[in-house]
């Protein structure tokens, strides 16, 4: 079994409220400590994966202290949430080295966003960045279809082409599966691929646990 913890990313605000917030957060930090060590003494559970954006919106909290903390679970992992290569800023890079620096596994999981990121040149220089700063793309994902995203979705064929695209380019290491949710099963791989076919703007998916379909937006 695996567990996912999904943590707040950062903010910025003055005065006093920011002190209450940072009094807040440290509470949230130690039930955290508490809960993974809970968990850890469960024998069923084999990974911890928490998914966060701290080290991006607040890299400054990777501090010596919470690297230790967290160097006490032997099965956990943290996925990156980053979207594009203008978030890594000098900051985020040393936090992101701190971590893997000291043995905690790292991989990233990014959002295609029509406008933002939904181009191979963005995608190239992104996955390969992190690499080199020991992090795996692990996971790009479709828009989810939730209301005030439509904007920002992009056409699947697009994300399939730039992954497949990035295929013959980069290292293999360093593609993450390109990815969508589907309602009826869960994460379905678009590329590099689970899809079986396709009828309009229908797309069609297969695996171990039957078939579903999927409209794209275009």
């Known amino acids: 079994m695996e567990i996912v913890i999904v943590c707040i990313g950062g903010f910025h605000l003055d005065g006093i409220v920011k002190e209450q917030i940072k009094e807040v957060i440290e509470v949230a930090e130690q039930m955290s400590e508490e809960i993974l060590q809970e968990l850890e003494k469960i024998d069923s559970i084999k990974i911890m994966r ?7 919106t607040l890299p400054q909290r990777i501090n010596t202290e919470l690297i230790q903390a967290l160097k006490m679970f032997n ?3 943290i996925n990156i949430h980053i979207n594009h290569p203008d978030e890594l800023t000098s ?21 295609l966003l ?28 479709q828009c989810d279809k ?5 904007d920002y979705i992009v056409d699947i064929q697009k994300g399939i082409d730039i992954i497949n695209k990035l295929c013959n380019q980069i290292s293999g290491f360093a593609i993450p599966k390109f990815v969508v ?15 079986s076919g396709t009828d309009e703007d229908i797309f069609y998916f297969s695996n171990s646990n039957g078939q579903c379909s999927y409209k794209n937006v275009k």
């Open 50 to 56: 928490i998914g966060t954006r701290i080290p991006i």
């Open 75 to 77: 099965h956990l992992y």
């Open 91 to 111: 900051e985020s890079r040393d936090a992101i080295l701190a971590l893997a620096n000291n043995g905690i596994p790292l991989g990233s999981q990014s959002v």
């Open 114 to 141: 029509k406008g933002i990121n939904d181009d191979y040149d963005i995608l190239k220089k992104l996955f390969q960045q992190l690499i080199q700063i020991k992090v795996k793309p692990y996971y790009l994902y």
């Open 146 to 150: 939730v209301k005030g995203c439509e």
């Open 181 to 195: 949710d589907t309602p009826e099963m869960g994460k379905m791989i678009l590329a590099p691929c689970s899809m």
